[in-house]
């Protein structure tokens, strides 16, 4: 079994992609997970990259996804830690990265600012890497 940290847009890509996670895999985030996600989505209507039927049925089936969200006062207190030593100006992708770091064996994402944060705290995977497992 192997638990993967993602963040909004590799849950998107899931969906979207439909991709499955293999039996045995767990997938866990943030309990803002689903609100960055139709923050990312309801821009990518306004800006005129995506329809709105088609991201109304992303949002749905994002609630259909199985992923273990977080956001209990140990992550919380771990994501504050994480962004002041990183010198982040605000802390969300703090929880992603809190979240990989006291539940996951990998971090599943391409945003190159969490990316960095990561590293030497927890390995990182590129959400491309999904769709690749058997």
């Known amino acids: 079994m192997t638990?993967?940290?993602i963040d909004a847009p590799?849950?998107?890509l899931i969906v979207w992609?439909?991709?499955p996670v293999a039996a045995g895999d767990q997938l866990v985030a943030p309990s803002v997970l689903r609100s960055h996600a139709l923050s990312?989505?309801?821009r990518e209507v306004r800006d005129g990259d995506l329809d709105e039927r088609t991201a109304?049925?992303?949002l749905r089936d994002l609630?259909?996804?199985t992923v273990r969200l977080l956001g209990d006062r140990v992550s919380r207190a771990t994501a504050w830690k994480l962004a002041a030593e990183l010198q982040w100006d605000d802390t969300p992708l703090a929880e992603y990265l809190a979240v990989?770091?006291?539940?996951a064996d990998v971090l599943v994402t391409d945003d190159a600012e969490l990316s960095s944060g990561a590293s030497g705290r927890i390995p990182v995977s590129p959400s491309a890497s999904l769709a690749e497992r058997p």
């Open 3 to 5: 638990r993967f940290a």
């Open 10 to 12: 590799t849950a998107l």
């Open 17 to 19: 992609e439909r991709i």
């Open 40 to 42: 990312l989505l309801y």
């Open 56 to 58: 109304q049925a992303q």
């Open 63 to 65: 609630a259909g996804l």
């Open 100 to 103: 990989a770091v006291l539940q």
